[in-house]
Structure formats: structure tokens, C-alpha cells
């Protein structure tokens, strides 16, 4: 037998290392690129973190949109969330309030991050909150409960094909970030 005739094995895993390395860098790089791609589409129903300024807009007397309010908490949170209003029928740049039901049941303090979705995504870019408990951390102390706001109007330029959306809010436990954020404050 020859020598040429031998694979060269070592060659073989540098190239597999290789592309599992770069798989692995691209699965990272596949979160904010993702994210990039929602903002500039409006799709998966990703909506703003900072207040809308409600001007005088024009307000569509010609038709209704219903918005359907959903509300969960991601595993490990033990506040109840509810939505103290479920659906509600608007008229595109009309401003509109609702408000959110929360209770920490804990004898201990917890500070709670409501994270938005809308869905059908597309209707994400005419939802304008001017107000929203979502824009900030919530903190509870024990046994505490509260009702927290959300200031609205829908943009009359949502497309007439879209009558009817959905916005769930999920609610995470963010107390160690929280308190970790603080102390490098302070």
C-alpha cells in the first residue's frame, strides 16, 4: 500500500472543528441579526420600548379595530398578571387607556419586566403606546399588588385589511439583574 493512497485524517477534523466553530459563532450572531430584521420589517410582532408622543392626529371615524389583550408570566415568576380589560374596540388615532392587574403573593420583594408582542406582526408598527408599565422594571415588595397603565392610540395608517390584533405581555422575573444593575450604581 502506498502512502498516497492513505487520507490525511488530521487535515479532515481541522475542517469539521472548523465548521462547528462557525456554526456556533453564527447561531450567536443569529439573535441581533434577527432583531435588526424585526425592526426594519415590523414583523414577529416586536413593538417600541420608548413612549410615543401623541399629537392631534386625525381620528378614523369610519371604522373599529379590536384589540385583544393577553397576558402570561414566564416560568419561575409567581406574580398573578391579568389584563383587567381583554379586549377593547377603538378607532385608529384615538387615545385609549387600559390597565394591568399585578400581585406579588411572595413574602419577599420582586421586581417584574413585561416584555410585548403583537400579533399579526405587522400591526406592531401602528401600535403607539404613550404610556406603559412595559417601558420600565416593576417592582413589588411582598404581598404587595398594584395597577399598572398602558396609554395607547392605533395609527390611522394601519392597513383597513388589519380589524382585529392581539397584544400579549409576558411577564419575567428580573430581580437579580435588577439588584445587580443597582449595585454597580451605586
Known amino acids: 500500500m502506498t502512502m498516497q493512497n492513505t487520507p490525511n485524517h488530521s487535515k479532515m477534523v481541522l475542517k469539521l472543528v472548523a465548521i462547528v466553530i462557525g456554526m456556533f459563532g453564527f447561531g450567536f450572531a443569529l439573535v441581533p441579526l434577527y432583531d435588526v430584521f424585526c425592526d426594519i420589517t415590523g414583523i414577529n410582532g416586536k413593538t417600541s420600548n420608548t413612549a410615543s408622543v401623541y399629537q392631534s392626529v386625525e381620528i378614523d371615524e369610519s ?32 387615545m385609549n387607556e387600559v390597565a394591568f392587574y399585578v400581585r406579588n403573593p ?39 399588588e398594584a395597577l399598572m397603565p398602558m396609554k395607547f392610540y392605533v395609527d390611522p395608517q394601519l392597513p383597513k385589511d388589519i380589524t382585529y390584533f392581539t397584544v400579549q405581555y409576558t411577564l419575567y422575573d428580573v430581580t437579580s439583574s435588577a439588584q445587580e444593575v443597582a449595585s454597580n450604581q451605586g
Not at 65 to 86: C, D, L, S, Y
Not at 111 to 126: F, H, R
Request: hydrophobic share 35%; with cysteine; net charge positive.
Open 63 to 94: 371604522r373599529w379595530v379590536t384589540v385583544e389583550f393577553i397576558t402570561r408570566t414566564n416560568t419561575g415568576m409567581p406574580w398573578q398578571f391579568e389584563a383587567k380589560t381583554k379586549r377593547i374596540r377603538v378607532r385608529p388615532g384615538e
Open 106 to 144: 411572595l413574602n419577599r420583594p420582586i421586581v417584574g419586566q413585561a416584555v410585548p408582542s403583537v400579533s399579526p406582526g405587522t400591526a406592531a408598527i401602528y401600535l403607539n403606546k404613550t404610556e406603559c408599565f412595559c417601558f420600565n422594571h416593576q417592582p413589588l415588595n411582598g404581598k404587595e
